[in-house]
């Protein structure tokens, strides 16, 4: 898919929960690897979804609440549930051992930041989705990768980021 045809195919979005689809659905069919840091309805389906990711061979979802995890009965996807802040499972984990780090974890914008600027700090090759980017404190807390792409059509805005090679 090219950018064009990218633009020519957004659809907005009625939950404020899913405006992160757009940007997810473009970028998903090179995708072989995903970090999930907040599972939601509409992430952890899109990232399963064949027609979306059709190269997916693994999705991990970190959750500190469990009831924001979508169980599907799909070998590709590892649930990990652990407690706030997740940036100490983060320091087990080979951030660039995966194509794409969704954040959208926890419901404080204080966790939020600290796990933005964790993954900045810590990735190389790999891509970061960020969703509620319209905040300028998760903008700041991203500060440490140096391009930047926001899907501002609708708020919440949702950003690809990703650190100069």
């Not at 072989?32 to 979306?52: P, Q």
């Not at 780090?101 to 960020?130: E, M, P, Q, Y």
Request: include cysteine; glycine fraction near 4%; charge should be negative.
């Amino acid at each position: 898919m090219n950018f064009s045809q990218a633009i020519s195919e957004y659809e907005p979005q009625s939950d404020i929960f899913a405006t992160h689809l757009n940007l997810l659905r473009l970028i998903g069919p090179g995708i072989t690897s995903v970090l999930e840091l907040g599972a939601g309805e509409f992430s952890t389906r899109t990232f399963l979804s064949r027609r979306y990711y059709p190269n997916l061979g693994e999705l991990v979802t970190v959750e500190q609440d469990r009831k924001w995890v979508i169980a599907e009965d799909d070998p590709r996807h590892k649930i990990v549930i652990c407690p706030e802040p997740i940036e100490l499972f983060l320091e087990d984990v080979s951030l660039d051992a995966f194509d794409l780090i969704f954040v959208d974890n926890s419901l404080s914008l204080d966790r939020r930041c600290d796990t933005l600027k964790w993954v900045a700090s810590h990735i190389g090759r790999s891509l970061v989705v960020a969703h509620d980017f319209e905040r300028t404190e998760y903008q700041d807390a991203s500060a440490g990768l140096t391009l930047i792409l926001v899907d501002d059509r609708q708020v919440p805005w949702t950003a690809l980021l990703w650190r100069k090679r």
